[in-house]
């Protein structure tokens, strides 16, 4: 079994150490922020947080006389032992989210593949491709957009027991690239929302293949490579950069998340892109969650996540046994889709008490529980290192009355997603679409435009319109269905939910 093996001392967190040590050194601050530690502070935020956090809140500044006080060499320090300890050859904390940090790998890997193409082969700008599965997450769509590449999709799987995306087939991944002619990247999502990963290294190797990048949202997997029983991070199966969520999984501030990168000419290119994206005043806190939250997990993870796995099991366990509910479990890894899954994410279906996971969602608030989703038929739980057998069992007690409350009631047919509309053709490359000149549009007059702006139905959240594309009959009553369903639709150009912005032509 795989154990993570570590080359650099991780007793330390420098830059949680530099930061108390500013603190404990009682230096006056004539700097930001201008809450000045915590000495002017609402009456209520302060009793609400305390001081402690604002003690740490410093900009810029930090006590490390080995550093030279310098913050950037301490957060230097930090980020070797992070890629030490995430089996990277360099990380990246990010402080504005993996959004952040997905936006670097697009951006970057358009300039990494403008460095390989000469201008007279590309022609125009808008003809550097990537291959990407139509259900990546929305931050994605605007990387796109930044970077100016073209998306190639690959059509999702679907459950349709479980109404969630599986993961595409490795064919799928071979047909585009095959159809690619300015292939710069492979972008794959590992694992999805519900822990279900594909083959990685099936498409790391048809990338390494062609010469081309392999970039993986890992938001969800920042844990993996602390327990032997999870799936292998994304680094280990072939990725050239990941971006995590530590946030998400691990002991860390929310919106802290951290960027992997194992290859050494992106990395070369990060810093710079990293500084066009991220925010020049960034929470020092954020860092400081990141620096110990590692030292966390290369010190105890093994424990930590044993104990969640073991906690994850036996809630699924009982909840198969609650009549009417039902807990994914293992035999995922039997569709030929699903290469890894991760055993802590509980996916509970509702449909069997003639509930939405919507409804269910609302009816465990009341009884004080807050599940992460709600999907059409299912609602989703995430075991963490912070939960605990008290905290397991409130969600199970809350599940067993939901049934008790609901075993009676008439099966009323779950709400289906109609069939996914085949996409139009990309006429223009999002870049394009977003920054042309655009109007507003009825949905039901829309069939033959380019949209403007990604339209999806929530869930799943897979976009059935992308900036660029042409509007199809077919797109519009897939849409026109979701409404009449009740099915939530993002993307709406105003809130009479009737109209959608198309790109201006004329």
Known sequence: MFKAQYRLDHSRAPFLEGLRQYSRDKIIPFHTPGHKQGRSLDSELLLALGKFPFLLDISDEIASPAHGNDSQKVLQ?????????????????????????????????????????????LGTEDEIEIVLPRSVHRSVLGGLVLAGLVPRFIPDSWDTEWSIPLPPPAQAWQAAAANSQFLAACFDTYPNYYGIAGHLQEVAGLAAGGDKLLLVDEAHGAHFRFHPSLPPTALSLGADASAQSAHKV????????????????????????????????PSFLLYASLDAGRRQMVQAGDKLWQRALELASTARERINRIPGLQCLGEEVLNRPEVGFWDPTKLLIRVDGLGLSGSQAEVLLREKGIQVELAGLNHVLAMITIGDGPEEVEALIKALEELAGEHSSCSRRSPVRLPQLPRPGEMLLSPRRAVLSPRRQIRLADAAGE????????YPPGIPVLVPGEKITPETVDFLQECRSQGIEVRGWADTSKETIWVVDGD
């Not at 860390?252 to 710079?272: C, G, Y």
């Open 250 to 281: 691990l002991g860390v501030l929310t919106q802290a998340s951290m960027l992997h990168v194992n290859n050494e000419e992106l990395a070369l290119l990060m810093p710079q892109v990293l500084g066009v994206l991220q925010s020049t005043s």
């Open 77 to 121: 320090e930090a980020e070797t032992l992070a890629a030490d300890a995430f089996g990277a050859k360099r990380t990246f904390f990010l402080h504005n989210g993996t959004t952040a940090g997905i936006h670097a790998m697009l951006l970057a890997a358009r300039q990494w593949a403008g460095r390989k193409l000469s201008v007279a082969e």
């Open 450 to 457: 380019v949209a403007a702006e990604a339209v999806l139905p």
